[in-house]
């Protein structure tokens, strides 16, 4: 049993590391905070003057932020979507005993390793490129006109890419979480005459649905930041077709220099984050205290 001086002891030693994570957020933060409150562009050296809330209110007045709302929402709401049904679905297949079965198992989750920028690239250039890609080959093979997937369904291409990088984590969590379900509760409800369907419904989902909470909380505070896999495809187009808001930052900070403005939205983004993280854990994060 712990006693008064090792608690003591123990605390002491982690300070520093506690301290060290601590300044790591909270200096960015602060100023992130302090400049917003400023006009900073970065083209004007030495001429910061107190802005007020006016970079706050110049940020959400731009006409690009709804629809950065908007495509944040579809890409989180399509690749938590693809990513639960397409894991949950590939956790029951590997969960059946065949031939190669570790084998395919490291295949389905290496893509989760995979860098996000080369797996875009990949995707861009290997697959979707409407000339020389595998799936524009096959599209004119077959005697149809060439597709250009990130001219004519970017925001789709974006969120298919998105999910095969997080696919294997879903099917990693799920099937991890299938394989601790006690198969003699599926033996007696199969003797006793209940379908397949019947077993997965009452069953399964009940001892998946923590598992599948967890999938949802984690997948959606990282997909709230998805940044490179527009970068290097769309630039945010065409127009603002692919804009999120994380890239709505990268813009103003980056590319027109407005510091001041891309800290506001960077304060908001940070906010609307926090919301929907407590939203998410009201909603569904009762089922990690089932």
């Given amino acids: ?21 601590l300044g790591w957020m909270l200096v ?4 992130t905070v302090y400049f917003s409150f400023l006009y900073y562009n970065l083209l004007q050296p030495g001429s910061e003057s107190f802005a007020g809330w006016d970079n706050y209110y110049w ?8 629809d950065s709302i908007i495509n944040t929402l579809l890409l989180v709401g399509g690749v938590l979507l693809i990513t639960v049904v397409g894991g949950l679905s590939a956790a029951l297949l590997l969960d059946k005993p065949m031939f190669g079965q570790g084998f395919i198992r490291i295949l389905v989750i290496a893509p989760f390793f995979v860098m996000p920028t080369v797996s875009a690239l990949v ?3 290997m697959f979707m490129n409407p000339v020389n890609g595998i799936f ?5 093979g077959l005697g149809f006109p060439p597709i250009d997937f990130f001219g004519q369904y970017p925001l789709a291409s974006i969120t298919f890419i998105v ?3 997080w696919l294997p984590f879903a099917t990693l969590i799920l099937l991890t979480a299938l394989q601790s379900l006690d198969q003699e509760q599926l033996e007696a409800a199969e ?27 984690i997948e959606t505070i990282f997909l709230l930041s998805i940044f ?18 994380t890239y709505l930052i990268y813009v103003s900070s980056l590319l027109q220099f407005d510091v001041g403005m891309g800290s506001a939205g960077g304060v908001i983004a940070i906010i609307l984050a926090n919301i929907v993280a407590i939203f998410l854990m009201r909603i569904i994060g009762k089922n990690l205290d089932a």
């Fill in 1 to 21: 049993m712990a006693t008064k001086a090792s608690r003591s002891a123990a605390r002491l030693m982690i300070s520093p590391a506690v301290l060290l994570l």
């Fill in 28 to 31: 960015p933060l602060c100023m």
């Fill in 59 to 66: 940020f959400i007045t731009d006409p690009s932020f709804k």
């Fill in 123 to 125: 995707w861009k250039n």
């Fill in 136 to 140: 524009g080959r096959i599209v004119t």
């Fill in 163 to 165: 999910s095969w990088m």
């Fill in 191 to 217: 003797m006793d005459g209940a379908s397949w369907l019947n077993r997965f419904w009452f069953i399964m989902m009940p001892h998946l649905a923590r598992a599948i909470t967890v999938v949802i909380l």
């Fill in 228 to 245: 490179a896999e527009i970068l290097v495809t769309t630039n945010g187009g065409p127009g603002t077709a692919t804009t999120n808001l």
